[in-house]
């Protein structure tokens, strides 16, 4: 059965830290891994990764996938309350298709001013 | 370009009672998925269409069903509800790009079961 696992499940921070999030997985077929941030209702996008060991970086946000090991890291630096999150990765080529992604149980991330 | 639509917002049934749920897709996007988040837990994968075929369906039983439509938009039914299927139903849209862009989601129904 495909798996994705997501640590910790949650983590509560002060403005200007530094936060990583951990997402490990196995599925049968892998072709992608994702990261969304769900703050009230609809998960938005933020990175997908399909290289080992290429970063992606968006402002203060950056995530690496490690395809030998099996799992990927979110790091936020310098925190703002507005971060504040569910932070979910998901996995796709689980169930031998690679258009239907696997989700893990995801990361509240709350970040105090 | 407008994004995935669903309605209603929110909807409270009685236990025993039938729920349908609706999504329209972005223009241009052929499948539809449907993902049930109950409260504290992750997305779990109920149902994916595309091209008006189901393709997969999850681990859940069968009174959860749905349908897509000729123009790609599609429902959720859910049958004889029970007080645990009270959740947040996500509806995401893809289209040949999701292999580099991933599912674009809707904002969800509430369905809260008494």
């Known amino acids: 059965e495909d798996k994705v696992v997501q640590s910790p499940l949650s983590l509560v921070v002060h403005e200007g830290d530094t936060v990583t999030l951990n997402c490990s997985y196995e599925v049968t077929n892998f072709r992608s891994l994702l990261w969304y941030k769900q703050e009230k209702k609809a998960p938005t996008f933020l990175f997908m990764l399909t290289s080992s060991g290429i970063e992606k970086k968006s402002g203060r946000l950056s995530s690496i996938l490690d395809k030998k090991e099996l799992f990927s890291i979110l790091n936020i630096t310098a925190t703002q309350t507005g971060d504040s999150a569910v932070y979910l990765c998901a996995v796709g080529g689980s169930s031998g298709s690679a258009r239907q992604l696997t989700f893990g149980s995801g990361t509240q991330l709350t970040v105090l001013p | 370009e407008a994004g995935v639509t669903q309605s209603p917002t929110h909807l409270i049934k009685t236990r025993g009672q039938q729920a349908t749920l609706r999504c329209s897709p972005i223009?241009?996007?052929?499948?539809v998925y449907w993902y049930q988040q109950a409260l504290g837990l992750g997305l779990q994968f109920l149902l994916w269409y595309d091209e008006g075929e189901e393709r997969n369906r999850g681990n859940f039983p069968p009174r959860f069903s749905g349908r897509q439509f000729p123009n790609y938009s599609s429902e959720l039914n859910v049958n004889a509800l029970e007080l645990e299927d009270s959740a947040l139903y996500l509806c995401?849209?893809?289209?040949?790009?999701?292999?580099?862009?991933?599912?674009?989601f809707g904002s969800g129904t509430r369905l809260t079961v008494v």
């Open positions: 223009s241009g996007h052929t499948s």
């Open positions: 995401a849209s893809s289209g040949e790009g999701v292999l580099h862009y991933g599912y674009t």
